[in-house]
């Protein structure tokens, strides 16, 4: 099965252009402002939750990538990041290895359409539809001959899944599919948005205010998001608030109280029995 993107279109609200607007991007259309400032006036803290959350999947996934020695990453759900004035998935990999591999993937056209405007010639975002792995794994971008030596699913990778899985109605299948298709030793990057401690009203309020825009939302219960590590090996700090998420503690932002977008990374391990993944390997 082959899953259509989304077209361009500009009448109904596009929650990459939405999720543009809140992080200050230039990329979004007045149904697309009005759908955020809706959300915006039912939770205050949604640009700032926005923001931590781009942070988060960025600060994430350079961690798994200099910590691991992992060196291919996959940025499934990545958005429009080009005018957004933080540092993508892509930059934070970057700064901690120049020659990792990234490769990101969206089902909205107006994504890739940016990435073709903004950077012409870079082949870097390709259309794949998360609920449709096979579509990504099998994508011929991942095996053209310039990336042959580079990507490589028999090892580890990076997957970064940063504010997507709320938009999916069947997330464990997508967590059940990396664990078919990915190596041991592969780390998987979560944030997911929160209905626990957030206040009905407010969670009621957003979903709506998707809704209204033509979209659509599904905020779950923490005790729902953990349960997608199940089968991988949650790694330090655990789920958190994504403004809260360092391994070693030292990243603390304000707690939000108004929308609650928590984080994690869980890593894959070895089917019981087979060879211990050596990570120091990995690096060479
Ligand atoms: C809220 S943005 C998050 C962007 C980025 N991952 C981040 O956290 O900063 C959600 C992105 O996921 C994309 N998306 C939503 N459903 C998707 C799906 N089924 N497959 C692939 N991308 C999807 C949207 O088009 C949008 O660009």
Redesign the pocket.
């Known amino acids: 099965m082959t899953?259509p993107g989304?077209a361009l279109d500009f009448t109904q609200a596009?929650?990459?252009r939405?999720?543009?607007y809140?992080?200050g991007g230039k990329s979004w259309t007045e149904v697309d402002r009005e759908t955020a400032q809706a959300v915006i006036r039912t939770s205050p803290d949604a640009p700032a939750v926005?923001r931590e959350?781009?942070k988060?999947?960025g600060r994430a996934a350079a961690w798994a990538v200099a910590e691991f020695g992992i060196r291919q990453v996959l940025?499934?759900?990545?958005?429009?990041?080009d005018d957004?004035p933080l540092d993508?998935?892509e930059i934070c990999v970057h700064n901690v290895d120049p020659d990792a591999m990234v490769l990101a993937?969206?089902?909205?056209e107006?994504?890739l359409a940016h990435a073709r405007a903004l950077r012409p010639g870079y082949g870097g975002v390709l259309q794949?539809?998360?609920?449709?792995l096979d579509m990504i794994f099998d994508n011929p971008g991942l095996r053209h001959p310039d990336l042959a030596d580079r990507i490589d699913l028999s090892r580890p990778a990076v997957v970064?899944?940063?504010?997507?899985l709320?938009?999916?109605d069947d997330p464990a299948a997508v967590m059940a599919g990396l664990r078919e298709r990915l190596a041991p030793g592969s780390v998987v990057i979560v944030?997911h948005a929160t209905s626990s401690h957030t206040g009905e009203e407010r969670v009621d309020g957003m979903t709506a205010a998707y809704e209204r825009g033509s979209s659509s939302i599904i905020f779950r219960e923490e005790e729902a998001i953990a349960s997608l590590a199940d089968g991988w090996d949650l790694l330090p700090p655990g789920m958190t608030d994504v403004q809260l998420w360092s391994p070693d503690g030292t990243y603390q932002e304000e707690v939000y109280e108004t929308v609650r977008v928590v984080g994690m990374a869980a890593m894959l391990p070895q089917a019981p029995g087979s060879e211990e993944v050596s990570h120091a390997a990995l690096a060479s």
Do not use: K, M, P
């Open positions: 899953t989304l596009s929650r990459a939405v999720y543009n809140l992080l926005a959350n781009f988060f999947a940025d499934i759900g990545v958005g429009i990041v957004v993508s998935v993937f969206d089902h909205d107006v994504v794949g539809d998360v609920r449709d970064v899944l940063a504010a997507v709320h938009f999916v944030s």
